[in-house]
C-alpha cells in the first residue's frame, strides 16, 4: 500500500490566491520526492522533485518545501490559476529500482 | 526526445474474457517500465515493475501478470477478467529520477 499520505483529498481556493498542498510521508530513508499533477482521464505529469539533502525548490509558480523533521511535504503554487485545478499527488522514491510510492492526491478546486 | 505510447486509450470487457495492454517506449534505452493501476477517486498502486527483458517484479497478489519480452514493450495482461480489474491502467518508464506517465487506459469490466 501507500506509505505517503495527503492531509486534505480536496482544497477549493479562488483564482489568484495562492494554494499550500501537502503531504506527510513515512520513509525517512526516502531520496527524492515529486509532485505530480493529474488532469482528468490523463496520466500524472512531473510537476517538480527535491532531493533529500534540500528543503526548498523553487520552479515557475511552484516552490516545493520538505521538512525531514516532521516529514513532511508541500507544494505551494503562486497566483493560482484555473488550469491548475486538477489531481496533485506527492511521491517518494529511493535510488535502487526507481520505486515510486504516491499518496493518495489531493483535489485542487479553483473558483473564478 | 522519448515518449510513451499506451493502448488503447478505453476498452470495455466482459467478466471472464482475457485482457492485454500494451506498453512503447521509444527514445530510450534500458528503461524501468511500470504498470499502476488507480481506482476511481484513488491513488496510484504500483502493480508490477521491470529492470530489464524478461524480469517482472510484482507488488501485488492479483488477477494479472505482466512480460518484457523486448527492452522497451511492457505487456500487461489477463487470463480472466474480474469485475475488480475495473479501472484507470497507467504504464510509466524511468531512467534516473522520477517517471514520465503513458496517457492511461480506462479499462471498464462488464
Known amino acids: 500500500g501507500e506509505n505517503v499520505g495527503l492531509h486534505l483529498p480536496t482544497l477549493s481556493v479562488q483564482e489568484g490566491d495562492n494554494s499550500i498542498i501537502n503531504c506527510a510521508y513515512s520513509n525517512s530513508a526516502s531520496d527524492y520526492f515529486i509532485w505530480y499533477k493529474q488532469e482528468s482521464g490523463k496520466g500524472p505529469q512531473f510537476i517538480i522533485d527535491?532531493?533529500?539533502?534540500?528543503d526548498k525548490r523553487q520552479g515557475q509558480r511552484v516552490t516545493v518545501l520538505l521538512n525531514k523533521t516532521v516529514k513532511h511535504l508541500s507544494l505551494q503554487i503562486a497566483a493560482t490559476q484555473p488550469g491548475d485545478s486538477a489531481v496533485y499527488f506527492c511521491a517518494e522514491g529511493s535510488g535502487n529500482t526507481g520505486k515510486l510510492i504516491f499518496g493518495q492526491g489531493t483535489t485542487l478546486q479553483v473558483k473564478p | 526526445s522519448q515518449t510513451i505510447h499506451q493502448w488503447p486509450a478505453t476498452l470495455v470487457q466482459p467478466v471472464g474474457s482475457p485482457l492485454s495492454l500494451e506498453c512503447t517506449v521509444e527514445g530510450t534505452s534500458n528503461p524501468n517500465l511500470y504498470w499502476y493501476r488507480q481506482a476511481a477517486g484513488r491513488g496510484l498502486q504500483l502493480l508490477f515493475y521491470?529492470?530489464?527483458?524478461?524480469?517482472i517484479s510484482s507488488e501485488v497478489p492479483q488477477n494479472l501478470s505482466a512480460s518484457r519480452p523486448q527492452d522497451r514493450q511492457f505487456i500487461l495482461s489477463s487470463k480472466k477478467l474480474l469485475l475488480s480489474d475495473s479501472g484507470f491502467y497507467l504504464c510509466?518508464?524511468?531512467?534516473?529520477?522520477?517517471?514520465?506517465f503513458g496517457s492511461g487506459t480506462r479499462l471498464t469490466v462488464v
Open positions: 510509466a518508464w524511468s531512467r534516473a529520477l522520477g517517471y514520465t
Open positions: 527535491i532531493r533529500s539533502n534540500m
Open positions: 521491470s529492470v530489464g527483458i524478461g524480469q
